[in-house]
């Protein structure tokens, strides 16, 4: 079997514009090729990655990096299920901003907990013997 090398097909799908990428996924998924499909969708995803941090940007102007980056995640994960679900896939710029929009506006979110760098320091006693 001579199969092309995944860096291969990334690079080339990497050089074509959003709406040939849009058109190509909705045939691999119509055609059922598995193949190719797994290459467009990591390709639609880090397309995304910019526009949802634009749209969020958008929406809160003073929003820290790391409430930044956990909604981003959030949208990346919402992204990757409206790739998965049924209907019309009209582009990932639209799908990307929209959904960024919508988690940055979400009323019930709340800030991302601060990092621990380190544990908490350990409680030792001194034992003579």
């Not at 995640?73 to 896939?89: M, Q, S, T």
Request: hydrophobic share 45%; glycine share 6%; charged share 25%.
């Amino acid at each position: 079997m001579n199969a092309i090398p995944i860096r291969t097909v990334h690079h080339q799908l990497s050089a074509l514009d959003d709406a040939t990428l849009s058109v190509m996924f909705k045939q691999a998924i119509d055609n059922g090729d598995q193949d190719l499909l797994e290459p467009l969708l990591q390709q639609l995803v880090i397309r995304s990655v910019p526009i949802i941090a634009r749209a969020v940007r958008e929406v809160d102007a003073t929003i820290s990096p790391r409430d930044l980056k956990a909604i981003g995640d959030e949208a990346l994960i919402k992204v990757l299920l409206g790739l998965a679900g049924e209907g019309d896939f009209a582009g990932i710029r639209p799908l990307a901003y929209g959904i960024g929009r919508e988690c940055a506006l979400d009323p019930d979110r709340r800030p991302a907990p601060e990092p621990k760098f380190s544990p908490s320091r350990p409680k030792l006693r001194l034992i003579h013997g």
